[in-house]
């Protein structure tokens, strides 16, 4: 029974460090910098290499520690490089939506440290260009699609904030003019310009710095949660066995190990039930152990047997208690061998045959409703067989014997572990 407990306790130990998944799966990302708009561009005009002028707000999701997604707003203005070019002003707006993996949890950064992460990002989306200055076109806006990438590099500040540095590289597809609006994108300069229709491009980039808001109840992010190790060190192992066997002892004997044992200093000898307390049969404040008549309730003047005027014949108290169900023999989950506390039930019940030799007696077997019923059923008729063997062990003549298995008793509350204990049992009924 203790090798039994103790693995159901280690199991459990290991499945319910292997299930604590729960971290924080939303973040708002919020960013500014510079943009670059590499080409199309009309010929004398040149942009910066940094050009500050770029902002852009995500919300991102985590599906789990290594990937995502996140939808993105950015918006800002393409500029001419001073003194080099003619001047323009093109306003952007960018919506993407883009599916995010979490390279530096991917690439085990945390081997090394726990402040940096890195993520990469691809998807697609759409924009608009308005060109405030064009020479040609006048404030006709450009509508296209958007393919982009990039990778953000993380440093954790806190639990609920990180610091974030982000290239991102936009490839605008079907753009119709150049990015700084003065010349049609195409070799043949139509008049009146229309769509080119084809796969005409666009590619410009960003440079950003911004935080990561890292929302939810849990204590960290998906970005930086560590998954337990499911497997235990040595160390671990030996600490976690030393607790279930310090868990195990049994202090006043009576078969009920501590944890479970709600009375742990029962005298010796003293009869318990499942949760270790004492039993008292007949409620007369006399435990079984001390009474001399413990089906039959009595004052502790007389060692708990009532006075001889009130007698009444042993086998009618005796019969009451056990066709009531107040003697039973008890079995661990999926088991035929009765607990060891209860095994003296039987003792009482040989007893009581060997005094009263015209009663016979049907065992009746019984099992919680876990498991098929036809398993049930067989499983309550070994417990039953059990006990006939105990009591034909001590004596008594298996003609006046019955046993019987009633497969699973449906009058307890299957959801309680408490409830399907006492339902894993074998009671008697004299006959």
């Not at 707000?57 to 500029?79: C, D, P, Q, S, V």
């Not at 078969?255 to 742990?264: F, M, Q, R, T």
């Not at 039987?346 to 009663?359: E, H, L, S, W």
Request: glycine residues 10%.
């Amino acid at each position: 029974m203790k090798k039994l407990i103790c693995l159901a306790l280690l199991i459990t130990s290991g499945v319910n460090a292997y299930a604590q998944k729960e971290f924080n799966k939303w973040a708002v990302e919020l960013n500014g910098g510079f943009n670059k708009s590499m080409g199309p561009l009309t010929p004398d005009y040149f942009s910066p290499t940094l050009n500050v002028g770029h902002f852009d707000i995500g919300a991102r999701h985590m599906i789990n520690e290594y990937i995502g997604f996140k939808g993105n707003l950015g918006f800002g203005t393409f500029r001419e490089a001073k003194g080099e070019s003619p001047e323009f002003n093109s306003k952007y707006v960018a919506v993407t939506a883009e599916g995010v993996g979490n390279f530096g949890r991917m690439l085990n950064f945390e081997s090394f440290t726990n402040k940096l992460g890195l993520l990469g990002h691809l998807g697609a989306g759409g924009g608009r260009l308005i060109y405030d200055e064009s020479a040609l076109y006048s404030n006709e806006p450009d509508y296209y699609y958007i393919i982009t990438s990039g990778m953000t590099a993380l440093y954790r500040i806190t639990d609920r904030i990180a610091l974030s540095g982000d290239i991102s590289v936009y490839v605008n597809g079907r753009q119709t003019y150049t990015l700084d609006g003065n010349a049609y994108n195409d070799k043949v300069q139509p008049d009146p310009p229309t769509n080119p229709f084809v796969h005409a491009t666009g590619t410009w980039w960003t440079g950003t710095l911004g935080l990561n808001f890292y929302i939810g109840k849990a204590e960290k992010h998906a970005d930086w949660y560590l998954k337990p190790d499911k497997y235990l060190t040595k160390s671990e192992l030996a600490e976690a066995v030393g607790e279930v066997k310090d868990m195990l002892n049994d202090s006043d004997s009576d078969g009920i190990p501590d944890y479970l044992d709600k009375e742990p200093s029962t005298p010796a000898g003293a009869r318990v039930n499942s949760f270790g307390v004492t039993l008292d049969s007949d409620g007369d404040g006399t435990a079984d152990h001390l009474d001399q008549c413990p089906f039959q309730p009595g004052p502790s003047a007389t060692k708990g047997c009532p006075p001889s005027a009130e007698k009444t014949t042993e086998v009618d108290y005796l019969r009451k208690a056990i066709n009531d169900g107040y003697v039973n023999l008890y079995y661990g989950f999926d088991s035929d061998k009765p607990l060891s506390y209860s095994v003296s039930a039987a003792q009482y019940i040989a007893n009581f045959m060997k005094r009263n030799p015209g009663v016979s007696l049907e065992i009746k077997g019984f099992a919680d409703e876990l498991g098929p019923e036809d398993y049930n059923i067989s499983l309550s008729e070994r417990r039953a067989k059990s006990v006939f063997d105990l009591l034909i062990a001590a004596g008594i003549d298996k003609a006046r014997l019955s046993y019987k298995g009633y497969g699973e008793d449906t009058s307890v509350d299957k959801s309680s572990d408490n409830a399907r204990q006492m339902a894993r049992r074998t009671s008697f009924e004299i006959k």
